[in-house]
């Protein structure tokens, strides 16, 4: 049996609203509450909750989707459709803004699948490359990131003062779409 075979992933509009904000507050929960002093209380309501990612959905350049198991919202996914590389701006690019899953999606084949979709739109899209931040601690998506086809071309820093100063840092990584 294919380990891919009960996974599919829907485009969603602003009427998943309420289900992308449970996937996305509770895939962040699995993974990333210990990057911050107050438990990521602030950033999640910043970017998670209903309001904000109502007008997230508004925007016509960005793209969103749930990956399900069966019935199961394992993750999501957001794709800038038209978002340029810094200093690389001459190159038509997209966007891997966010991929968010859940522990319940580990070893499943989910991110396989997200970045085969992602790959697929890029190609549709007619783009150069495709990029995104990481953060440069997490180790596995990283690895996950490299073994996908994408290398470090750059890093980042978060400013965002409730966060820990040791957990600010992201790398850039693209990928050349053949």
């Known amino acids: 049996m294919d380990k891919n075979q009960n996974i599919y992933i829907n485009k969603i509009d602003a009427t998943h609203v309420e289900l992308l904000s449970k996937v996305a507050l509770k895939a962040y929960s699995d993974h990333y509450l210990h990057f911050w002093h107050d438990g990521g209380k602030w ?11 109502q007008k997230e959905l508004k925007d016509e350049n960005a793209l969103f989707f749930i990956a399900y198991e069966n019935d199961e919202a394992l993750g999501y996914l957001k794709i800038n459709i038209d978002a340029a590389l810094e200093g690389q701006e001459e190159k038509n690019a997209l966007e891997l803004e966010r991929i ?10 989910v991110g396989g699948k997200i970045m085969q979709l992602v790959f697929k739109i890029a190609k549709e899209k007619h783009k150069d490359i495709i990029w995104l931040k990481v953060m440069d601690s997490s180790t596995g998506p990283i690895a996950f990131y490299k073994k996908m086809g994408f290398e470090i071309c750059g890093t980042y820093n978060l400013d965002f003062t409730v966060m820990k100063e040791e957990l600010r840092g992201m790398y850039v990584m693209k990928k050349v779409v053949k």
């Open 43 to 53: 950033y999640m309501g910043k970017c998670f909750s209903v309001q904000a990612l």
């Open 100 to 109: 968010y899953l859940t522990k319940a999606a580990t070893g499943k084949g």
